[in-house]
């Protein structure tokens, strides 16, 4: 009777994943759209690459207070990491400054002392109290004397 018991939930269990199989196939799933189509979110965006340059030290943005600045001002000072994300990023920006404070504090090198942290949002949209707030949050996440001076 075990046995019996036994057959028919696996039965059961093959019918049921089967039937999710089979639901899926009638969608187009998560493998749309066709990979040579754009979603309209992404229709102005491009890569352009410029491989074995550097980066131009004219570039001008605006830091966490709001003040203009040139990405050169940051140069030659200390070690420098570049980190480029949204603030307000939906998917993977938070994955990439949560991967970056981890690594950072398994360093016995100091941010700030060290090495130098530029991060910098690639949303004309978000504004420099976003910046002030995520830098914050990483600063108390990181939680070592001196960082907020890189």
């Known amino acids: 009777m075990k046995l019996f018991s036994n057959s028919i939930a696996l039965m059961a269990a093959t019918w049921m994943l089967s039937l999710c199989a089979f639901g899926q196939g009638m969608s187009q799933g998560i493998m749309s759209p066709p990979a040579n189509v754009r979603p309209p979110g992404l229709k102005n965006v491009g890569i352009e690459q410029n491989l074995n340059q550097q980066i131009p030290p004219d570039l001008r943005f605006k830091d966490d207070l709001g003040r203009g600045v040139r990405l050169g001002d940051y140069?030659?000072?200390?070690?420098?990491?570049?980190?480029?994300?949204?603030?307000?990023?939906?998917?993977?920006?938070?994955?990439?400054?949560?991967?970056?404070?981890?690594?950072?504090?398994?360093?016995?090198?100091?941010?700030?002392?060290?090495?130098?942290?530029?991060?910098?949002?690639?949303?004309?949209?978000?504004?420099?109290?976003?910046?002030?707030?995520?830098?914050?949050?990483?600063?108390?996440?990181?939680?070592r004397s001196g960082a907020e001076q890189g």
């Open 75 to 143: 140069f030659g000072k200390k070690p420098m990491i570049l980190n480029l994300v949204y603030y307000n990023c939906p998917m993977l920006c938070g994955e990439v400054l949560s991967g970056l404070e981890n690594s950072l504090r398994m360093m016995q090198f100091d941010l700030g002392k060290e090495f130098d942290v530029i991060t910098v949002s690639f949303d004309p949209s978000e504004t420099p109290e976003m910046a002030a707030h995520k830098k914050a949050e990483f600063l108390r996440r990181y939680k």
